[in-house]
């Protein structure tokens, strides 16, 4: 499985993006897919996830109500609305899939086991 996140920019401060994560090798509907985020120095940060077939998302508490996690399995994509945007929301945005995620592990990178190439997301005051 290949994933390839775009959509990063730079945006001023309450600006949104939409970053997408397509998939190519198997079909999205096949994994848990999630977006994580992390500044240098930093470890990786969980943002949001969404189950195999949408009907369940899950977000970490800095995002909630700014951000939203979709998906489109038709075109195997994931996409990620974030809204709102702060200096705090600067950061490379990764999005990753796993196979065996259970609802308790979804914010725990180790339990993802593809990882896009990650896009950038600059957010000035």
């Known amino acids: 499985v290949q994933l390839q996140a775009s959509g990063g920019g730079s945006v001023q401060a309450g600006d949104s993006l939409r970053l997408s994560c397509a998939a190519s090798?198997?079909?999205?509907?096949?994994?848990?897919t999630g977006w994580f985020r992390q500044t240098p120095g930093k470890e990786r940060e969980f943002v949001a996830a969404?189950?195999?077939?949408?009907?369940?998302?899950y977000y970490a508490d800095s995002v909630k109500g700014r951000f939203t996690i979709s998906r489109d399995n038709a075109a195997n994509t994931v996409y990620l609305q974030t809204g709102s945007l702060t200096p705090e929301d600067t950061a490379v945005y990764y999005c990753?899939?796993?196979?065996?995620?259970?609802?308790?592990?979804?914010?725990?990178?180790?339990?993802?086991?593809?990882w896009g190439q990650g896009t950038q997301v600059t957010v000035s005051s």
């Open positions: 969404t189950w195999r077939s949408g009907s369940n998302t």
């Open positions: 990753a899939a796993g196979s065996r995620l259970i609802w308790s592990t979804m914010q725990i990178s180790q339990y993802y086991e593809y």
């Open positions: 090798g198997r079909t999205s509907g096949s994994f848990t």
